[in-house]
Nanobody, 123 residues
Framework: QVQLVESGGGLVQAGGSLRLSCAAS????????MGWFRQAPGKEREFVAG????????YYADSVKGRFTISRDNAKNTVYLQMNSLIPEDTAVYYC????????????????WGQGTQVTVSS
């Protein structure tokens, strides 16, 4: 079955960096667009970043543009989210998701989800 497993979350001070990874199995990874979403307590899940199946197109939420970078390695079936200049508002559970199609900002469009990894940014 399809599995998406996130890793790399943790506690970091404001201004610090983290790199999230999402390892995929059970699907033809190179055929899927991938997205990162996050959900803070009491808030809806929101789009953070997305990358096309080839890696040539990337998309970001305005709140993370210039600070976060999404990338993928199709040979390793892995998508990454490099997060720099973290702020307390970035605190959330971060999820990766796979979409057999175009990158979408709507979470309902994605076919598969990981279990999430907690990111906590202290001030």
């Amino acid at each position: 079955q399809v599995q998406l497993v996130e890793s790399g979350g943790g506690l970091v001070q404001a201004g610090g960096s983290l790199r999230l990874s999402c390892a995929a199995s059970g699907l033809t990874f190179s055929m899927y667009a991938m997205g990162w979403f996050r959900q803070a307590p009491g808030k809806e899940r929101e789009f953070v970043a997305g990358i096309s199946w080839s890696g040539t197109s990337t998309y970001y939420a305005d709140s993370v543009k210039g600070r976060f970078t999404i990338s993928r390695d199709n040979a390793k079936n892995t998508v990454y989210l490099q997060m720099n200049s973290l702020i307390p508002e970035d605190t959330a559970v971060y999820y990766c998701a796979a979409d057999k199609g175009l990158v979408r900002r709507e979470s309902s469009r994605y076919d598969y989800w990981g279990q999430g990894t907690q990111v906590t940014v202290s001030s």
